[in-house]
């Protein structure tokens, strides 16, 4: 078995895999989902009519353009800085709206993906030609600490898709805590928080039965056998989710359908799965303005106002330093 120190791994893809299947539960990161394959999955995602998170926060933002992109603008040029920007589908909604009012910005799209950002990229060029943009790939953690350095104009950072629902109550606050902190008073944070609403919505939106969900989780499987030299065998997992009503969290899992060995060659790994046995690979928590404001609180935020639709089903937050 390979020496665990940080130093032995090829990548952090490369050790935190060794130690999410190497744990007890088992746990591999969502981050990871997010390469061509897993990007073009996600579109697939954004493109289902069970997923009600993308045409929900379309509509917030197609009805409330004006006034958002009123709040965005300064007297000055301003920085728009989106953390998680994906294939920027609905950012666009407003990226023509800041042009089209003659608004001065720089547009500062930061993402995992290197892929999705090079597309982003290509179709603003042809799209909406006149926003500058500056790409940066990375992850969230480390664009926090980048974040500061852009102090020298306005800053509205952009957070859609409900990209924090990612993380634990206690990643959140941190994720929030970091972004106060690299804020001054003129700057703002744009936030879309997914709502609490029918248990059985909220699990259909990641239980497709076309089984396009299956195959977004199951790219963290095939990421590992073309990169580190895995023998996942697919059809050996099912995909499985579960939402907690009490709790606001749905969870998606991968459970070993027999018991096996699962060689990772270069993590000289042999990973033994149990008949039945998971591996928990996403949260997407769920909200309502209660904990949105305890969050907030807990990081040094507090919330201005917020957009919802005609069904509150998502809401996007305006949030300033306290
Ligand atoms: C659920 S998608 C949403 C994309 C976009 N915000 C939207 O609303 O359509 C999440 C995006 O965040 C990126 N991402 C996920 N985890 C990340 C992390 N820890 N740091 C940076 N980007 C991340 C993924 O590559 C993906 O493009």
Not at 61 to 76: G, H, P
Not at 171 to 190: G, K, P, T, W
Request: with cysteine.
């Amino acid at each position: 078995m390979k020496n665990q120190s940080a130093t032995m791994f090829e990548s952090v893809f490369a050790e935190d895999t060794h130690k999410g299947l190497t744990s007890y539960p088992k746990f591999l990161h969502s981050k990871y989902i997010y390469d061509k394959k897993g990007d073009k999955l996600f579109q697939e995602i954004m493109a289902m009519p069970e997923y009600y998170l993308t045409s929900c926060e379309f509509d917030i933002l197609k009805q409330n353009k004006t006034d958002i992109a009123k709040i965005f603008s300064s007297e000055n040029s301003f920085d728009l800085i989106e953390l998680g920007a994906g294939d920027g589908k609905k950012t666009k909604l407003l990226l023509k709206e800041l042009v089209d009012k003659n608004y001065k910005f720089n547009y500062l799209p930061v993402d995992i993906s290197q892929n999705v950002l090079d597309e982003l990229e290509n179709a603003l060029k042809d799209e909406i030609p006149q926003v500058s943009v500056k790409t940066q790939q990375g992850t969230y953690f480390e664009t926090l600490e980048k974040l500061a350095e852009y102090n020298s104009r306005k800053k509205v950072i952009l957070v859609l898709g409900s990209n924090i629902g990612n993380l634990s109550h206690s990643e959140a606050v941190d994720f929030l805590r970091n972004i106060a902190v690299a804020m001054s008073d003129d700057d703002m944070l744009f936030m879309g928080f997914d709502q609490k609403k029918d248990p059985q919505i909220i699990m259909n939106a990641y239980n497709d039965p076309a089984g396009i969900t299956e195959r977004f989780n199951k790219n963290l499987l095939v990421r590992i056998n073309h990169e580190l030299g895995g023998e996942f065998e697919l059809e050996k997992f099912k995909h499985w989710e579960t939402y907690d009503p009490e709790t606001g969290t749905a969870r998606s899992f991968l459970v070993s359908k027999e018991e096996q060995r699962v060689k990772i060659h270069r993590l000289e790994l042999e990973v033994k799965f149990d008949a039945w046995e998971s591996i928990h690979t996403e949260i997407s928590q769920k909200y309502d303005d209660a904990i949105v404001s305890w969050l907030a609180d807990e990081a040094g935020l507090l919330v201005e106002r917020n957009f919802a639709d005609s069904n509150n089903c998502f809401k996007n937050y305006i949030f300033r330093r306290k």
